[in-house]
Each structure stands twice: as C-alpha cells, then as structure tokens.
C-alpha cells in the first residue's frame, strides 16, 4: 500500500541542533535550552524563552531580503535533509518538488529592528525589504536554497500553521501536484509575540508547568523542523490527519474540546484505527489554564486518558506557528531508529496534579512502550485545530 511517508526529517529547536542530540536531551526531560530573557518584554521583565543558542548558516552572501533568523533556523533544518532533497530532485525533477512551510513569526524580528532604527534616525538599515517578515517568505527561502520550482506556499494560522502544512503536503502529493514535498515549520523569538502573549496574561511568570494546579501560562519558543514527504510503501507515514473550526472564540478554545474532538476523530478514521490504537501522544499542552482544560476533557470524551502522553514544551517552549512540526518531529522520533530502548518522551513538569482536570497518563521519566501509532495535537486562536497521526509501516 502507498503512504505519505516522512523519508527525511531535520530538526532545530531548544533541545539541540540535531535529531540525535534533540532526541537524547527530550528523553532525559532536559530544560537546558530554557532561558531567562530581559531584553524581549517592553518593560524589560525577565521571561523564560526556548532558545536555539548554536551557532547558525551564515546567510550574508544571500540578499538582504533573505537575512532573516528565521531563515537561519530553516537552512540549519534543511542541512539535515538536503542529501535525501537532491536525490529526489535527481528521480523527480526540481519542478516536482514542492515547498509548503508553517510560520507565524517569519521575519517579524528583523523588521523590528528596522522599525526601531527608523524610529532614531528616519532611515531603514540598508537593504531592508518589507518582505523580509512576509509569511511566505520562509517557504520562498527553502525552495530557492533547495533550488526547487515546485508549488511553494506558506500557511499562517497560529499554533497549527505547520500541522497544517503537513496535512496540505500530503493533499499535494495525492492530487498528483508534487512528487515530493518538503514540508515543515518554523518560527524565531521576536518582541511581537512575546508582548502580545504577555498582554493577554498567557506567559507564565517562570518555567510553564503543563497540566500542574500551578500553571499560570507559557513560554514562547523558536525552532524549525523539516520533512521530505513522498509516496512509498515501508517507513514513518503521516496516516492521519484531522482538522477542524470550533469558531469559539478569537483566542480561547471551546470548554469541552469540541473542536479538538472533531479534529482527532477525523485523524483516527483518516488513519484506519481507533483511539483506542493510539500508543503515544504528544499533547498541545500549552500550560494554560483554558487550552489544558479543554485537552483533558477532550482526551476523557475520546477514551484516551490511559494512553501515555507528554506535553513537549516544557522542554521547548511553545514554538507557536513551528510548534506542529517540532512535535510531530518528536513523534518521528519516537517512531524512528533513534529509539533503541523504547522510551517515551517525559511529560516535563513540576507534578502537581489539578484535581480540577480529568487525569492523564502523563509520561514519566524513563517510561517504555513499544510504539506504532502515535498522535500530535496542535490547536490554535480562532479554533484552528489539527491532530497528526504518524505511524510504523512496512
């Protein structure tokens, strides 16, 4: 049988610049990458942020346009597929490879800076290019970086922008409009959305505690991961995938997890199994007291508060428009050879249980579980809500 398989994966975010150090630090539940920030809240308060703190791909040979972070943590993810790229190139041709990437930041930073600049001295830095922070301008980046002319677009929609990338690429491969996709998310720190969560009340006042009776909001993160999707037979597949519009509210999500619900539901029946087959999952798990409730209720609806599962970003920050891919990353991860021992990714937390919510299996450290179906939720403002299902096949 033909599945979307994930032949390829690259990965950047706070637990380390490769898929063997990102997977040895999640599986220990390391913070390390967790950081205290004075220079990203206007009233300069110390903040924890996930940060990518390696050196980058120096993109100063590239046109100023291009200069973005966002577009480093993109090239440093790509780095790690671009050999599986060139072969597909070579089987396909360039104008069979597509480009669909999630982002909600892009390179929203830069033009910061080029806002403050302008602000002193009435000038913009030299070169500086309003589509430097265009949503599109990442996925405009990679296909010139892979030197692809398939389809190329970027999905913007909060927290499930790059979940949704991952659904739109496996819809390009079906209709027969690319033979290989590469697809992904990424996003980078800017003071946008750190003063923007901060206005609502959403960040938390330290490290976020997802689930705990103590959590009190979230911490903003920044990475990028990459797949290569095509069709074949044996591999780590996207089986499944879900998507629904509660339509709520603008930035809180339905009570009960209607949405969500939905969104899992139609990933399970996509796939071909159950809930009841599902092995893992990675939760939204945001530390919020509004999302944390409506995932536990969605999940005790849905039969699944046995199934072990871990919110990841404790240990990554909230990665907001690259957050669907990190985790779905994870997932593969988990999926993939890296996992020699079978473990699980600890739910990272200060395990204080909220009699209030429903109980989950939360992860524990060191925890093991031969694993073939796994689930990524991503949910998002507006009730944008996407569930992965990614899976073993031979």
């Not at 706070?14 to 205290?36: D, F, P, T, Y």
């Not at 930041?105 to 600049?117: D, F, L, P, V, Y």
């Not at 000038?123 to 389809?151: C, H, N, R, W």
Request: proline share 4%; charged share 10%.
């Amino acid at each position: 049988m033909t599945r979307m398989i994930l032949s390829a994966m690259g990965i950047v975010c706070a637990l380390g610049q490769s898929k063997q150090q990102v997977w040895h630090n999640a599986i220990l539940g390391s913070r390390e990458g967790m950081r205290w920030r004075t220079d990203l809240l206007y009233a300069e308060q110390a903040v924890v942020v996930g940060e990518v703190n390696v050196p980058l791909p120096d993109l100063s040979k590239w046109q100023a346009v291009y200069q973005s972070r966002n577009n480093q943590l993109a090239a440093l993810a790509f780095q790690q597929i671009a050999a599986e790229v060139a072969a597909a190139k070579q089987e396909f041709g360039a104008a069979r490879i597509a480009v669909v990437l999630g982002t909600s930041t892009s390179g929203i930073a830069e033009g910061e800076q080029a806002m403050q600049q302008y602000m002193q001295q009435q000038t913009y830095p030299e070169g500086y290019q309003y589509q430097i922070q265009e949503m599109v301008a990442p996925a405009d980046f990679i296909a010139k970086l892979a030197e692809v002319s398939g389809p190329c677009y970027a999905i913007s929609t909060a927290c499930s922008s790059s979940a949704r990338a991952l659904m739109s690429a496996r819809n390009l491969l079906q209709a027969d409009l690319a033979d290989a996709v590469i697809v992904g998310g990424v996003d980078s720190l800017c003071q946008l959305t750190l003063n923007g969560f901060h206005a609502l009340e959403s960040t938390s006042a330290g490290h976020c505690q997802p689930f705990s009776a103590n959590r009190d909001g979230i911490n903003i993160g920044e990475g990028a991961a990459l797949f290569l999707m095509q069709k074949s037979s044996a591999g780590i597949a996207l089986l499944g995938a879900g998507a629904s519009s509660d339509a709520h509210h603008m930035s809180a999500p339905h009570p009960q997890g209607r949405g969500a619900v939905a969104a899992i539901k139609q990933a399970c029946t996509n796939a071909g199994i159950t809930p009841a087959q599902l092995d893992y999952i990675n939760l939204h798990g945001t530390a919020t007291p509004l999302n944390d409730s409506m995932e536990s209720q969605a999940l005790m609806h849905l039969g699944l508060t046995n199934t072990p599962a871990s919110s990841t970003k404790g240990m990554t920050g909230h990665t907001l428009g690259a957050a669907g891919a990190i985790e779905a990353a994870l997932c593969w991860l988990t999926l993939s050879g890296y996992n020699t021992e079978q473990d699980l990714i600890p739910h990272c937390w200060d395990a204080v249980l909220d009699p209030n919510l429903p109980a989950l299996h939360l992860v524990a450290p060191r925890q093991q579980r031969q694993t073939l179906y796994c689930l990524s939720n991503s949910f998002a403002f507006g009730g944008n809500n996407m569930a992965l299902i990614l899976g073993k096949t031979t």
